[in-house]
């Protein structure tokens, strides 16, 4: 069966500092892999989808960036964090041959 | 033309009841509709989803009616308990394009009371 990882869970940064949230894919191959950012209480904005190693497409113009190195793996990254990057980020995945996308657990990151 | 406009935003049902959600859309070429539940706190799960070939889809208390011609989903939940408060998301997609990539509704906040 097929599991999705996300961590950390939780993250309280410093305004100005580094991000690198991780999402893993275990039990499929080449995936579609995708970055959700969810403000609190609304609804969910698409950052970041990639259809292969090294192939990312943005969505949204931000202070966000997202990289693929390996097939199962999905990293989002800012070389400094805003106040308005704060939010609830989520990872989800999709099988080529199907429609339905599978959502990772989340990490909450804080921007202080 | 992409979005996928839900209503209402919260929503208070008494356990035993009914709670319909409804979202409409306007592009055509959408063919994929899936419900998501998420709670406080988690990712959302994937509860259920139809294509335009059919104007129904149930699962247990679930239903999803479908109106093509008006361009209109709702999700129906039956005999609703306190246990389905969460926030529902409706989401639209289409084969072929942008990868397959989701459209979202707003979410519905739904309550039910015990």
């Known amino acids: 069966s097929q599991t999705i990882h996300q961590w950390p869970a939780t993250l309280v940064q410093p305004v100005g500092s580094p991000l690198s949230l991780e999402c893993t894919v275990e039990?499929?191959?080449?995936?579609?892999l995708y970055w959700y950012r969810q403000a609190a209480g609304r609804g969910l904005q698409l950052l970041f989808y990639?259809?292969?190693?090294?192939?990312i497409s943005s969505e949204v113009p931000q202070n966000l960036s997202a990289s693929r190195p390996q097939d199962r793996q999905f990293i989002l990254s800012s070389k400094k964090l805003l106040l308005s990057d704060s939010g609830f980020y989520l990872c989800?995945?999709?099988?080529?041959?199907?429609?339905?996308?599978?959502f990772g657990p989340g990490t909450r990151l804080t921007v202080l | 033309q992409q979005q996928v406009k839900q209503s209402p935003q919260s929503l208070i049902v008494q356990k035993g009841g009914i709670s319909i959600i409804n979202c409409a859309y306007e592009?055509?070429?959408?063919?994929?509709f899936p419900w998501y539940q998420q709670f406080p706190g988690k990712g959302p799960a994937l509860l259920i989803a139809?294509?335009?070939?059919?104007s129904e889809k149930k699962e247990g208390r679930f239903t999803i009616s479908f109106n093509k011609s008006a361009k209109q989903f709702s999700l129906h939940i039956m005999d609703s308990q306190p246990g389905d408060s969460a926030t529902y998301f409706c989401?639209?997609?289409?084969?072929?394009?942008?990868?397959?990539?989701?459209?979202f509704g707003k979410g519905t906040k739904l309550s039910v009371k015990p």
């Open positions: 989800a995945w999709r099988r080529l041959a199907s429609d339905t996308q599978y």
């Open positions: 039990g499929t191959s080449n995936p579609n």
């Open positions: 990639s259809i292969g190693i090294d192939q």
């Open positions: 592009n055509t070429a959408f063919d994929y």
């Open positions: 139809i294509r335009p070939d059919v």
């Open positions: 989401a639209a997609s289409m084969r072929g394009g942008s990868q397959g990539n989701l459209i």
